[in-house]
DNA sequence: CTGAAAGCGCTAACAC
DNA sequence: GTGTTAGCGCTTTCAG
């Protein structure tokens, strides 16, 4: 069995109060005595039990983070960045995703009802299957919550997220400027919040300068990139052979991007020679597939960053500095190519 | 102050004793008794605390799992499928994955240390920077681990793993199949084991058939897309323009291999016209890539599930069915041509 | 500065 | 069946 601070104490010759004052190295304690405590902990290999100081102190010192899943370049990235703010502060994190299947929505209640049954201090959340109203009761009844990745009306204070609507913007953007009139999309899903931003700003910025896009060249797909697949064929089988009818599309994350590329390239069809093509994300491959992605670079490390940090400050008093904004950027690579003005 | 068992106890006019039956749902209770109780509940909105069961039960019904990172798509299909096992048998995870920076088997070490810390009752782990020793040794003070995606000699039970060495082979027997005597490779990490034995069942079949790779012909890389890039650099550099003394390239998994056609493309070089690529891992890109990517399967989930299961049984007493072998497979897709024999 | 003692909320004997 | 009680290992008053 493992010791006990009784044993450290018992053995250095003080109480427990002073072996666990120097255990935790907060209260006065004699440099002597600390030593003699220190050497008893020592030898007998004591490591304090986090179990009954985390009911002594009512605080596991831990975050709680769901996400829909870990696979996946995206949230991934995510996990990496939270875990890595948490051990900074000697914190750790438990995570929950959703099983395997059924309703997503109810996989997320239920994912963040686990995590609070495992009491922890605060909960990072990732979902856009989540209603705003889940949300906001969510936070009624625990105000330690932090929102990745969309903004919810209400609760803009516990929300981070990159602004999607105007990296939408960019993306349109960049077609404009290379004289694109003609353009397909493959969307997300209609319910993700950030999906709709960033579709928003786009056909926004196009509209603006004229462009509309047809609603049949607008395919709904769901981030993975067997759904990119399946919305390429769709759009194939829809808009017949070549020549397509559209010069550009724009593709509402990298995977989905690439698996459309790989649909396209098997028919024939050359990017960006035949097509153009803007990803979202600048995920890890995107740099390294051919053609090269033009992406939009979303910094989702940066964002759960500063989620992090500020939950870190409502949660344990502290005072990690947060930059709040975190820009979305385009990155200009190889996937997009200049068309002549008809 | 959320209520506890007590005052649970007292509005059902009932003994913590029974109250705590019927929360656990063991021992003997009336059901008119139970009924009371449960009512009491509802009311209260009483949730059990779980560090106090812990303390008291000694345990936190949780596992610990080490991976070096995340990110990836290898990491995150791990994650995932863990966290499924365990939420089945009501358990949880708490992961730790190795630090920014520093040496990576120190990184290891600390991470379960800090799993260690938050007393686990077992630890799952997955690292190819730790020594066979380091393993053999926490084992010796810690026997309820797993080990994933290798195999340490003196700790073969608990360990788990699909046969790399066969995987190697199968990559081989592909290629050697398909007419291809000059080969290269980009090779992982040489301190990793999983490498060194796919590395090893993949040039012994070569050995055995005639066929030699020069040592200029294999680089190393560190399984990401970044390293399989700078790594066909290197080999492009090294071997000259087209025409390549080699018919085909083995990447040891497969965004260094997406990340290397990337190159050969910009090169101007085709595949599989002017080379055939073999990946490893079937990661979720390799069908949606173009060419689609003929790789070896290895269902790193599969290994997984049985790793975890078997600690379960060994943490908690269960019988939860495991299945020991997951074999590689060699899926066909497009990267790999037939070549005439000179 | 230090020791004693009272919890933290729950489980598990143990009597009734 | 059910209530009482003694811990689980630590933190935190509170005297001394």
Redesign the pocket.
């Known amino acids: 069995?493992?010791s006990?601070?009784?044993d450290?104490?018992r053995l250095a010759?003080?109480?427990?109060?002073?072996?666990?004052?120097v255990?935790?190295g907060?209260?006065?304690?004699?440099?002597?005595?600390?030593a003699r405590v220190q050497q008893a902990i020592e030898t007998l290999g004591?490591?304090?039990?986090s179990?009954?100081?985390a009911?002594?102190?009512?605080s596991l010192d831990m975050l709680g983070v769901y996400v829909p899943q870990y696979q996946g370049l995206f949230h991934g990235a995510v996990l990496e960045t939270i875990g890595r703010e948490l051990r900074e502060v000697d914190r750790h994190m438990v995570t929950a995703s959703g099983g395997a299947c059924g309703d997503a929505r109810l996989q997320a209640l239920d994912g963040i009802d686990f995590l609070r049954q495992r009491e922890c201090d605060g909960l990072l959340l990732m979902s856009h299957e989540l209603h705003d109203d889940d949300l906001r009761q969510l936070h009624a009844q625990m105000p330690q919550i932090a929102v990745l990745n969309r903004i919810v009306p209400g609760l803009e204070s516990v929300c981070f997220s990159s602004d999607h609507e105007l990296g939408g913007r960019l993306a349109a953007q960049c077609l404009l400027e290379a004289g694109h009139r003609e353009v397909a999309i493959i969307s997300g899903p209609h319910h993700a919040p950030d999906n709709e931003a960033r579709l928003h700003g786009f056909l926004d910025t196009l509209g603006a300068a004229g462009v509309r896009v047809p609603s049949e060249r607008i395919i709904t797909g769901d981030f993975t990139p067997a759904s990119g697949r399946a919305a390429a064929e769709a759009l194939l089988a829809r808009c017949g052979p070549a020549p397509l009818p559209f010069s550009a599309l724009f593709c509402a994350n990298d995977p989905m991007a690439i698996a459309a590329i790989s649909v396209l390239a098997a028919a024939g069809l050359r990017v960006p020679e035949d097509l153009s093509v803007v990803g979202y994300d600048d995920c890890e491959f995107a740099a390294h597939v051919w053609p090269a992605l033009t992406t939009v670079r979303i910094d989702i490390g940066a964002v759960a960053t500063q989620a992090t940090r500020d939950l870190i400050n409502r949660c344990y008093g502290r005072d990690r500095p947060v930059i709040r904004d975190v820009a979305p950027e385009l990155v200009r690579r190889q996937s997009v190519r200049r068309v002549d003005a008809a």
Chains 1, 2 share one sequence.
Do not use: C, D, N, Q
């Open positions: 069995m493992a006990t601070i009784k450290v104490a010759g003080v109480g427990v109060g002073t072996a666990s004052r255990i935790s907060k209260g006065p304690v004699a440099p002597e005595t600390a004591f490591r304090p039990s179990i009954a100081r009911l002594s102190r009512k």
